[in-house]
Nanobody
Framework: QVQLVESGGGLVQAGGSLRLSCAAS????????MGWFRQAPGKEREFVSA????????VYADSVKGRFTISRDNVNNTVYLQMDSLKPVDTAVYYC????????????????????WGQGTQVTVSS
């Protein structure tokens, strides 16, 4: 099992930027794909972005493509989500997740592919 702790959320004006971090511990981080999801009030959790274990495969939701950038540091066991040009619709709790199976050759985008989840960090974008 892996433990995930998100940080970096906060309140920002529309057009601003935030960088979320997710620190992992408890198993070999570098072997597993990672993902970011978000959940707005009254809505279902939705996929944001994911990265494969070696960074060779990256996917983004259409709603964030061109504005968000996912990356990972396998030395420091951390995955990042750089969020630029933020919009009020990006307001949500953002969750970091670790894939269930190691060494997958692609990034996953379904919640069922992720077996470990963080507690979430709130991102609020004001207009």
């Amino acid at each position: 099992q892996v433990q995930l702790v998100e940080s970096g959320g906060g309140l920002v004006q529309a057009g601003g930027s935030l960088r979320l971090s997710c620190a992992a511990s408890g198993r070999t981080f570098s072997r597993y794909g990672m993902g970011w999801f978000r959940q707005a009030p009254g809505k279902e959790r939705e996929f944001v972005s994911a990265i494969s274990w070696d960074g060779s495969s990256i996917v983004y939701a259409d709603s964030v493509k061109g504005r968000f950038t996912i990356s990972r540091d396998n030395v420091n066991n951390t995955v990042y989500l750089q969020m630029d040009s933020l919009k009020p619709v990006d307001t949500a709790v953002y969750y970091c997740a670790a894939a269930t199976w190691p060494y997958a050759n692609r990034a996953f985008d379904r919640p069922t592919d992720f077996g470990s989840w963080g507690q979430g960090t709130q991102v609020t974008v004001s207009s």
